[in-house]
């Protein structure tokens, strides 16, 4: 069975971007980004919203982007080998391939994609995460954490409760640090709970 993992870069005190929409501050280094690339290379698919689609797509439609150094071009290599499902109810069309667009989301065809493979799926952006946390969905949280405070902006995680469990820490030259955690439960659901402890 399949891992569900939210993944996102973000500063110390949570925001993936500031209050103007800005994450400039989240360029991850060419040694965080080799990180990356390994964890990558376990998923299978991929699940966004509109906009964090389009933002992403850049690593398949912009050969400049590809292109800016070793890391960045094996980044986009794996990005296009990936099983990509974008949640929209506007998207008409997509200019990358692997691609399949499904009008809204549905946590019970999460479920029967986690079953039906061995491999990771990952959920990201915060919008499209909060609607698989609140649907307990979520089975990994990695944060690639940015030395940089916000103040404020677009949070990753939404006001809810969540019991997690580190698993894996990792710091690099510039100061990011890499956190993944296992999501050892959501309140109100013992069945997970009990099964952790």
Request: hydrophobic content about 40%; overall charge negative; some cysteine.
């Amino acid at each position: 069975m399949g891992a569900l993992v939210y993944s996102m870069i973000t500063s110390v005190d949570g925001y993936v971007a500031d209050v103007h929409g800005d994450f400039e501050w989240a360029q991850p280094s060419e040694e965080a980004l080799n990180s990356v690339n390994a964890d990558f290379a376990e998923v299978g698919t991929l699940l966004y919203g509109r906009r964090m689609y389009e933002m992403m797509a850049v690593w398949e439609t912009d050969p400049e982007i590809a292109n800016q150094s070793p890391r960045s071009r094996e980044f986009a290599n794996l990005w296009r080998e990936r099983d990509k499902i974008v949640y929209s109810s506007t998207l008409v069309s997509v200019d990358t391939g692997r691609t399949k667009v499904l009008g809204r989301f549905d946590p019970q065809v999460v479920r029967e994609l986690k079953r039906e493979t061995d491999l990771k799926i990952t959920v990201d952006g915060p919008t499209l995460a909060a609607e698989a946390l609140k649907h307990g969905l979520v089975d990994e949280i990695h944060m690639l954490v940015c030395p940089v405070a916000l103040g404020a902006g677009q949070p990753m995680l939404p006001q809810q409760r969540i019991e997690l469990e580190l698993t894996h820490e990792q710091r690099f030259g510039n100061g990011t640090v890499q956190l993944k955690y296992n999501v050892a439960g959501y309140p109100g659901d013992r069945r997970r709970l009990s099964a952790v402890a």
